[in-house]
């Protein structure tokens, strides 16, 4: 493998590098969104430009109009979908400049990254038409209904059901962990339209306008303090059948789509590998007590050796892609490695500022990084659970991976 970029690949780099110096708003440069994102991780443009201060949607609105003018917002649609149409490695090239920048990321949300390449696979043309440029606009802010009380892991056994009435879907049930769920208005979610199916059948994909009659939605606070997830629950919720992306009892299949671009993601070692200087550099550039680097300096090495591990997995699923090929395995071992050493790193940060990692608040005078390590220390247990737990990537790893047989 080639870790260099070709002549064109770094020319492509240079005007991204330069496009988002240019034109980056001064607020996305500042403290104060460093402190917003550090209370809502999940929080990008489309967020602020629904939810965010005066100052925020006002730099937002800026943001996505550059973003639009290159097609850059969803840089892997099609262009004439309002998407980039480029290429995975620069898709992948052009996400390693944002990280660095520490701007808001392209495709953010559920809606650009995940919905939207599931639409163009699955959806109708007028469901196209209809759903993805608000999508892209950020005018429709997209939450995810899959997990259950009872369905998490073995996502198939959901049982929030919708029952055909006429040319209506009337759904009933709840759903757990939905992120975002209190600041989106719609939401995409897997139901159960034929129990006496197998379970991996009798399944539908439907969208559904969180204004709906009948949608309640109940905050789960995090061990942060946090209000980033919901409970959501469903009565008598009606939904025209017009919102159901491919075939009726074959959600699944779309469903398992959606989280194949969920898996892909190419970014985090990045940011990890920055969370690590910046903790580093900030023992060093204060008064504090660098010794606790000196003590921990082995276990520091280890994290700076594991994000560059978890860069080139980054880097295997991008050529894969470029190539042609749907990384599978290749996908679960990126999300378990990423997910577990963010952990990891968390629970070194907060070892390196000893008894100051017990400060919680990110206001607090004497927390380090204003918290930062405290904080995604306990937002990160979630993190090998979320999105496919890392026994399930273990059992997909050993079965697809290595060949080993079932049981």
Known sequence: MDWKDSPEQASFRERVRAYIQERLPDYYRTEEHRLAKLEAPENDWQWDMVHGSDEAQAAAKEWAGALAERGWAAPGWPSEYGGGGLTTLEQFVMKQEFAEADAPEVGGGNGIPMLGPTLLVHGTEEQKKRFLPPTLSGEYLWAQGYSEPGAGSDLASLQCRAVKDGDEYVINGQKLWTSAGHKSNWIFMLVRTDPDAPKHRGITFLMVDMKTPGIQVRPIISMGWQHATNETFYEDVRVPVNQVVGEENRGWYVGMTLLDFERSSIAGAIHQRKALEEMIDHVHDTNGTPNRIELLRRE????????????????????????????????????????????????????????????????????????????????????????????????????RGLGLPRG
Request: glycine content about 8%.
């Open 300 to 399: 520091v090495a280890d994290r700076a050796v594991e994000i560059e591990v978890n860069n080139n997995l980054s880097l295997r699923i991008a050529s894969m892609q470029a190539n042609g090929l749907v990384p599978n395995y290749e996908a679960s071992m990126g999300k378990m490695y990423s997910s577990e050493l963010s952990q990891r790193l968390s629970r070194t940060g907060t070892k390196v500022f000893g008894l100051y990692g017990n400060l919680w608040s990110g206001t607090e005078d004497l927390s380090p990084l204003h918290a930062r390590h405290t904080q995604t220390y306990v937002s990160s247990v979630v993190g090998t659970i979320a999105g496919g737990s890392s026994e399930i990537q273990r059992n997909i790893i050993a079965t």
